[in-house]
């Protein structure tokens, strides 16, 4: 039978879940379901002092809403905490690691000297070289001790990495690793090999900064005995201008990005894109088509510029395919924090009303201020109310007449197909200029510099009973506004 697939996702419950580790959790998520194989949950919450509360239930959620949905765990390192003792006590046993008592003082004194030398900082093997009977003695005292890794000089690491090929490391750059602190909890090197290994992961898949643990990692794997996995390490994250990505080039949580009225199947599928790419024209993917296509040859080896932009185009296109139905459960909250009180309203109208910006929204965020007039009387700014430079009579006078021909005109008519040819024509046999009414017109119903054309806002109003009424007094307040 050939060898169950298996990756992990193994965050650190150490912030909110940013964009970078929700690529990290996708593109295991896909290897895994890709190959009919599982996907597995880790928390790496060994360092107690870097956990966040609230963390690890943001992760758990944010997964759970992006449809990441783990095969096994969550498992918690932190409640696995003697069998990484175990380990550490087996490769004591094999003298590949030894016991370190050295102070904070002493070893802080050793760094201070090697920087003053200019050599590279790393711990100088004191403890290795204890005598056996000064080790005993420092054993039974309660004397805080951790596990070091003993790193021999000189030798080379190579190991294969499915998105750079070949990377080598020489022993001489690897500090004596600490693989259990004096607590009694693993260090991440420990615990997250021992890990991959009783988990049976198959194919470690994690972000490029941790290239430099890897030789670390291939070293106690070694010791151990034990077979490599298969590691791919995922291009970082660059701004536009191929810089480290900062907050304000987005390398912010998931959550804000949902905040700000992002879909999470757009940015799923964004996110996607950030390092791999199908080498087809086409973009649009769900989950289901993203694992179908996805493999770990199409990886980049280069950084992923992170482009907000192409962000916001990702999601308009995701917005559009949205019915009106899906359209308003979206939206809702968004109106509900813009102050709109659209929930008395007819579900015809509100939903009529937020087609009309469908086409025009990059993020639902945005609503509220593009569809606030519907519900609320427009201020005026009397300026706007006029079409180049018409004289503010000429408005007055054809708002007025125009205000009583649509006195005449059945609500149910109010539809933009009807509509517009109807006003058309009135204006062309009342002898008006067609700007010279319709502008003010739209102005007069939204209020604003740009919004959808007059007859679409006034087929949405139609839907109303008072629509009509709505309409004329809107009109009728704009010509007050006038002088
Ligand atoms: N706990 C590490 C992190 O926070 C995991 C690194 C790995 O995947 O090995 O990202």
Same mark, same amino acid.
């Given at each position: ?6 990756t ?22 896909l290897?895994?379901r890709?190959q009919g194989?599982?996907f597995?949950l880790r928390? !790496?919450d060994t360092?107690q002092?870097?956990?966040v ?6 992760i758990i ?10 095969d ?12 990484y003792?175990?380990y550490a006590q087996e490769?004591?046993?094999?003298k590949?690691?030894y016991?370190?008592f ?6 802080? !004194?050793l760094h201070e000297q ?9 711990y100088?093997k004191?403890c290795l ?7 005993e003695?420092?054993?039974?005292s ?17 190991f294969?990495d499915?998105?750079?090929? !070949?990377i080598?490391f ?5 500090d004596?690793?600490?693989?259990l ?12 090999v ?10 470690i898949?994690r972000?490029?900064?941790w ?9 106690l ?7 490599i996995?298969?590691l791919?390490?995922?291009p ?11 907050k304000?080039?987005g ?6 990005f ?5 879909l999470?199947?757009?940015l ?5 894109f950030?390092?791999?790419?199908p ?6 993917f769900?989950?289901?088509e ?15 510029v992170?482009d ?34 659209f929930?008395t309203l ?7 009303v937020l087609?009309l ?12 201020e ?7 009387e ?7 109310l006029i079409w180049?430079?018409?004289?503010? !009579? ?9 205000a009583?021909?649509?006195l005449?005109?059945p609500t149910?008519?109010?539809k ?7 006003v058309k ?11 010279e009414?319709l502008?003010?017109?739209r102005?007069a119903?939204?209020?604003l ?5 007059p ?13 009509k009424?709505i309409?004329l007094?809107?009109i009728t ?7």
């Amino acid at each position: 039978m050939p060898q169950e697939i298996r990756t992990r996702f193994a965050p650190s419950p150490t912030g909110l879940l940013h964009i970078g580790g929700l690529r990290t959790a996708l593109y295991a998520f896909l290897f895994a379901r890709n190959q009919g194989g599982k996907f597995i949950l880790r928390i !790496e919450d060994t360092d107690q002092k870097r956990s966040v509360p609230g963390a690890l239930e943001n992760i758990i959620q944010t997964l759970a809403d992006f449809s990441l949905n783990a095969d096994e765990g969550p498992y918690h390192q932190s409640e696995r905490l003697e069998i990484y003792k175990k380990y550490a006590q087996e490769l004591i046993d094999k003298k590949v690691a030894y016991y370190c008592f050295c102070t904070h003082t002493r070893l802080e !004194e050793l760094h201070e000297q090697q920087i003053a030398a200019k050599v590279p900082p790393k711990y100088d093997k004191h403890c290795l070289l204890l005598s056996q009977e000064d080790r005993e003695t420092l054993l039974k005292s309660d004397q805080a001790r951790v596990i070091r890794l003993n790193i021999k000089s000189g030798e080379q690491i190579v190991f294969t990495d499915e998105v750079h090929g !070949e990377i080598k490391f020489s022993s001489d750059e690897i500090d004596d690793q600490v693989l259990l602190k004096s607590d009694g909890f693993p260090t991440y090197h420990l615990a997250s090999v021992v890990d991959d290994h009783l988990m049976n992961i198959t194919h470690i898949i994690r972000g490029d900064e941790w290239i430099p643990s890897t030789p670390k990692h291939i070293l106690l794997y070694q010791a151990f005995g034990w077979n490599i996995p298969k590691l791919a390490h995922l291009p970082l994250l660059l701004s536009k201008t191929r810089k480290k990505l900062s907050k304000r080039d987005g390398d912010v949580s998931v959550k804000e990005f949902v905040e700000q009225g992002y879909l999470p199947d757009a940015l799923l599928n964004f996110v996607a894109f950030l390092g791999w790419n199908p080498k087809t024209e086409h973009e649009i993917f769900s989950l289901a088509e993203l694992v179908k296509q996805f493999s770990l040859d199409k990886i980049n080896k280069a950084g992923a510029v992170f482009d907000l932009d192409k962000l916001d185009w990702f999601n308009g296109m995701y917005i559009r395919n949205l019915n009106a139905k899906d359209l308003l459960e979206k939206c809702s909250p968004y109106l509900k924090k813009a102050g709109i009180n659209f929930e008395t309203l007819s579900q015809e109208f509100v939903e009529k009303v937020l087609l009309l910006e469908q086409s025009r929204l990059k993020k639902l965020s945005e609503i509220g201020e593009r569809v606030g007039y519907f519900f609320r009387e427009p201020v005026y700014d009397p300026k706007l109310l006029i079409w180049k430079n018409t004289p503010k !009579e000429t408005i007055l006078k054809n708002l007025n007449s125009l205000a009583q021909f649509l006195l005449t005109v059945p609500t149910e008519n109010f539809k933009v197909t009807e509509l517009e040819p109807l006003v058309k024509k009135f204006i062309e046999d009342s002898k008006m200029k067609n700007g010279e009414v319709l502008w003010p017109l739209r102005v007069a119903l939204s209020g604003l510099e740009a919004s959808p054309g007059p007859f679409e806002i006034m087929e949405a109003f139609g839907v109303l009973k008072n629509g009509k009424e709505i309409i004329l007094k809107r009109i009728t307040k704009a010509t007050e506004n006038l002088f």
